[in-house]
């Protein structure tokens, strides 16, 4: 199937979020495909159609203003989950206050895929691999959905339930993700290990950010992408980094922490040992660097 088999597909598009999540409870979430970019649906429709018959109804949820813009309250930041990866990377106060968002989008395919990729299709799609979603995950969000039942929060770290599988229910649409970065200067790292830098699916990403004061780490956020069935939100390096002193945190033992919160798999991007040898390292290189 090719692009141009795309007229076969009934398309929609719907004016509110209030008559997205009614559509959405009349058919319970089945049947459907929610198009902001469309880079990743695209990709699953030049990989094949589903049966004839058994095609999504394709709703254009891009323009809808409920799931845009971003908004700094001098504490919290709001991100639409319709905002594009090329808003994210001109905005001032992701640039401000959440640099490493920034830094995470020009790694996001070309011009093309970052004008209309969307965080929450990163989310949607919950795809382990995903850029995105390990970088947003490195600030403990809190992801917004709807449904005709109302609005809830989920926090990051009860969103993700397996490989491509979450707590959203599928009547339930990404609205927005709230962070509350730390202050301006923290030290944070995003890094990617690919074929090229951005046009191909990571071998092993990691974003994190390590507040410290005195010499000791009050907050360390951390996420890798490309190494568990999920995105690896890295409890055990947390849970060694957080009250710790930069300067004496044992090399062994931080091995052993990325080691016991990744598992990664052979397959036609990379290795097993390749990729436990790339988390580590990354995980090393980025504590090292906050002892300067």
Known sequence: MSVSDLPRYDFCHVESLAALCDMLSSRNGKGMVLLAGGTDFMVEVSQGAPRRGAL???VDIS????????DW??????IGAAVSYLELARHAAVAEHAPLLAAMTYDIGGPTIQARGTLGGNFATASPAA??????????????VQSVRGRRRIAMADLQTGYKTSTRADDEVIVAFELEPPPPGTPWVWRKVGTRMAQAIS???LAAVAQIDDGVVTRFG??????????????NV???MTGARVDEVDAAALDAAVEADVAPIDDVRSTREYRAHCAKALVRSFVISLRH
Do not use: W, Y
């Not at 309250?73 to 709001?78: E, H, P």
């Not at 390990?134 to 969000?141: G, M, V």
């Open 131 to 144: 850029d995105g979603v390990a970088a947003i995950a490195a600030f403990d969000p809190i992801i917004e």
């Open 73 to 78: 309250d001098g504490t919290r930041l709001r």
């Open 63 to 70: 323009r809808m203003p409920e799931l845009g813009g971003i």
């Open 56 to 58: 999504p109804l394709v």
């Open 222 to 235: 951390a996420a890798m992408a490309s190494v568990a069935p999920v995105t690896a939100l890295l409890p």
């Open 203 to 205: 071998k092993v990403a």
């Open 238 to 240: 947390r849970k060694l």
